[in-house]
C-alpha cells in the first residue's frame, strides 16, 4: 500500500550540501507523519528530522540550523536538505511514513550520505 523512494544520497566534502528526496507512493489519499532516519555503521537508527501532517518539524540536536526537513505535499514528496554537512553525518539515509489510516512505519531502501575529504 505504501512504497517509499529516496534519492539524492552520494559522496560530498566536508562543509558540502546535499538534497535528498523521498517519493510516496501511497493508495490513499493521506499525507501523514514523515521523517529522515539515519544509520552509520556500528550505530543503531536515529531520527533526524520529521514533519507532522500539520507541519510541524522537529530535528535532533546534532543537526539543528544546518538540516532542514519539507515536503511538497500535492506530489507526495519530502526532502532533506543537509547543509554544512560533517564526517558524523556520514551514514545510509532512510525515509519513514506513517498515515493514521495505515497499521505500522513505512520504509524506504536507504541511501547512502558519504562525508569525506
Known amino acids: 500500500q505504501v512504497q517509499l523512494v529516496e534519492s539524492g544520497g552520494g559522496l560530498v566534502q566536508p562543509g558540502g550540501s546535499l538534497r535528498l528526496s523521498c517519493a510516496a507512493r501511497i493508495s490513499i489519499a493521506s499525507v501523514g507523519t514523515r521523517a529522515w532516519y539515519r544509520q552509520a555503521p556500528g550505530k543503531e537508527r536515529e531520527l533526524v528530522a520529521r514533519i507532522t501532517s500539520g507541519g510541524d518539524t522537529n530535528y535532533a540536536d546534532s543537526v539543528k540550523g544546518r538540516f532542514t526537513i519539507s515536503r511538497d505535499i500535492a506530489k507526495n514528496l519530502v526532502y532533506l536538505q543537509m547543509n554544512s554537512l560533517e564526517p558524523e553525518d556520514t551514514a545510509v539515509y532512510y525515509c519513514?511514513?506513517?498515515?493514521?489510516?495505515?497499521?505500522?512505519?513505512?520504509w524506504g531502501q536507504g541511501t547512502r550520505v558519504t562525508v569525506s575529504s
Open positions: 519513514n511514513a506513517r498515515y493514521p489510516e495505515l497499521p505500522g512505519d513505512y
